[in-house]
C-alpha cells in the first residue's frame, strides 16, 4: 500500500519560514517525480513545485525564489523549504507520487 505522510505545517507571522516534508512508502519513491500542490480555502489545488529523479526542479511563479524543493531519497522523503512567507501562502499543502496523494498539512500565514 502506497502511503504518503505530510508534516511541518503551522501557522507563522508573514516573513517567516516552514519546513514541510513528506514521507513515501510503498513504492521505489527515488524513481518518481515528486511534487508539492496546495489549496486554499474556496479555491482549486494548485501546483507549488516539483522536483524530477533527475533532481530537477521546477516552480510556481508565486512561489519562486522564496521556496526550495528537495529530496533525501535514502529517507524516501521530499521537502519544501518556504521563506519569506506571505498571507497568502495560507492553504492546506499536499505532497503527490504519480497518482498518490497525502492527507495534507495545513500552513497558516498570518
Known amino acids: 500500500e502506497v502511503q504518503l505522510v505530510e508534516s511541518g505545517g503551522g501557522s507563522v507571522q508573514a516573513g517567516g519560514s516552514l519546513r514541510l516534508s513528506c514521507v513515501a512508502s510503498g513504492l521505489t519513491h527515488a524513481r518518481f517525480d515528486m511534487s508539492w500542490y496546495r489549496q486554499a480555502p474556496g479555491k482549486e489545488r494548485e501546483f507549488v513545485s516539483v522536483i524530477g529523479a533527475d533532481g530537477g526542479t521546477l516552480y510556481a511563479g508565486s512561489v519562486k525564489g522564496r521556496f526550495t524543493i528537495s529530496r533525501d531519497n535514502g529517507q524516501n522523503t521530499v521537502y519544501l523549504q518556504m521563506n519569506s512567507l506571505k498571507p497568502e501562502d495560507t492553504a492546506m499543502y499536499y505532497c503527490?507520487?504519480?497518482?498518490?496523494w497525502g492527507q495534507g498539512t495545513q500552513v497558516t500565514v498570518s
Open positions: 503527490r507520487i504519480t497518482t498518490y
